[in-house]
């Protein structure tokens, strides 16, 4: 029974992809219903992608984590992209919500929850971060307090291995 309750929180926490995927060539509305290329938010560093809508709290939670590490590293090439999947008729809630809390990452819409069922999403929050090739490095299921900090580790592997080498 210990062995299915382990296996279960592996799954559903975190979780890492050995085979090589990318993100799809997709263009999505950022909240002022302009349509926005993906990939023009990897090229030149890490990019992590996290999946919400306004019912979920632990969302919610995590964004307020997350926007902490766009502003700390934004400046060395990361980007980070909140991907809200409620129906249109929320986004005046959205935008509103968005605003009162002065993030500093872009936000785009995803009704159909399109990409985030393409990239294996089924339970929120969902994050995904991508290299500078758009390539998949990890996948993370749920928010518990201090995931932000794994999180982090990733997005601080990814930007070091971007960085020119200064050994001679």
Not at 22 to 32: A, R
Not at 108 to 117: M, V, Y
Request: hydrophobic letters at 35%; charged letters at 25%.
């Amino acid at each position: 029974m210990k062995t299915i309750y382990w296996t279960a929180l592996l799954i559903l926490f975190t979780y890492n992809w050995a085979g090589t995927q990318h993100l799809p060539k997709m263009k999505l509305k950022d909240l002022n219903n302009k349509r926005q290329e993906l990939s023009q938010y990897y090229k030149g560093g890490p990019l992590l992608l996290n999946f919400w809508n306004l019912a979920c709290e632990p969302c919610k939670k995590e964004m307020k984590e997350l926007d902490k590490l766009n502003i700390r590293y934004n400046d060395q090439g990361f980007k980070y992209v909140s991907i809200n999947i409620d129906t249109p008729r929320q986004m005046s809630k959205v935008k509103s919500y968005i605003n009162s809390q002065k993030f500093s990452f872009t936000v785009l819409s995803d009704p159909r929850a399109e990409l985030f069922r393409k990239m294996g999403g089924k339970v929120m929050p969902f994050v995904i971060i991508a290299d500078s090739t758009g390539e998949i490095t990890n996948r993370h299921v749920g928010y518990n307090p201090g995931d932000e900090k794994e999180l982090e580790k990733e997005i601080l592997h990814l930007l070091m291995g971007q960085q020119p080498s200064t050994d001679s």
